[in-house]
């Protein structure tokens, strides 16, 4: 158990829908990263957050969009779903090793189909 | 533009023996490199981090080597077990407050 955790683990909803993945980063942790991976894909860095301000943006569409609040949970919405949104999106929390480097803890994944 | 490559296409090997994976990067000049495992369907798991001034770092079964003039880093997975068998990405600082940037994996299969 990485301390991260998800929810839902698994949406299922059509086309054109919204939907809003809920992460909350390991205790202490004031780090959020958003993660897309597609079967067969790699981890696509979406977007992150720290301490509630936007830190570095990825390949993130235009109809998704995240936020971190005031207790350092983060939602990711998701709208105008399309079939190629289906994938496994992750959550991470990082944790400082010194001299610039961060470990990465990941959460469980939500699993996201669209139909 | 930075690109980080690893093998994609699987990797079988024999209980016992010493697999080996590679991650190759251009146009970065990281001062450290990651290793994760992910199992199928479930976050990745840090193992092992190795700075630009170290040439190899061990822990238990695994080792770590980089070489940042041949811009990669190998991944050795030492009397290998089927429990080993996951896809282990590389990952490198890419720029950003902690941000770093993901191989797309190499799939490990240790047969018994």
């Known amino acids: 158990d990485s301390g991260v955790t998800q929810t839902p683990k698994h949406l299922i909803t059509a086309t054109g829908q919204r939907v809003t993945l809920r992460c909350s980063p390991r205790?202490?942790?004031?780090?959020v990263y958003w993660y897309q991976q597609s079967l067969d894909q790699g981890l696509q860095f979406l977007i992150q957050y720290y301490n509630g301000e936007e830190r570095a943006k990825g390949n993130i569409l235009e109809r998704f969009s995240a936020q971190q609040f005031p207790d350092l949970h983060s939602e990711l919405n998701l709208s105008s779903l399309e079939l190629g949104d289906s994938a496994l999106y992750f959550c991470?929390?990082?944790?400082?090793?010194?001299?610039?480097?961060?470990?990465?803890?990941f959460g469980p994944g939500t699993r996201l189909t669209v139909t | 533009s930075q690109k980080i490559e690893q093998n994609s296409e699987a990797l079988n090997i024999q209980e016992g023996k010493t697999a080996t994976l590679t991650c190759n990067y251009t146009n970065y000049s990281p001062a450290y490199l990651q290793w994760y495992r992910q199992d199928p369907g479930r976050g990745p798991v840090f193992l092992l981090l190795?700075?630009?001034?170290?040439k190899e770092k061990r822990k238990e079964r695994l080792k770590v080597t980089f070489d940042t003039t041949l811009k990669q880093s190998l991944f050795h997975i030492t009397a290998s077990q089927p429990a080993d068998s996951a896809t282990y990405l590389c990952a490198l600082p890419s720029g950003g407050y902690q941000k770093v940037t993901f191989g797309i994996g190499t799939k490990l299969q240790v047969i018994p």
């Open positions: 991470a929390s990082s944790v400082d090793l010194g001299q610039g480097a961060y470990e990465q803890y």
């Open positions: 190795i700075r630009e001034n170290e």
């Open positions: 205790s202490g942790d004031l780090s």
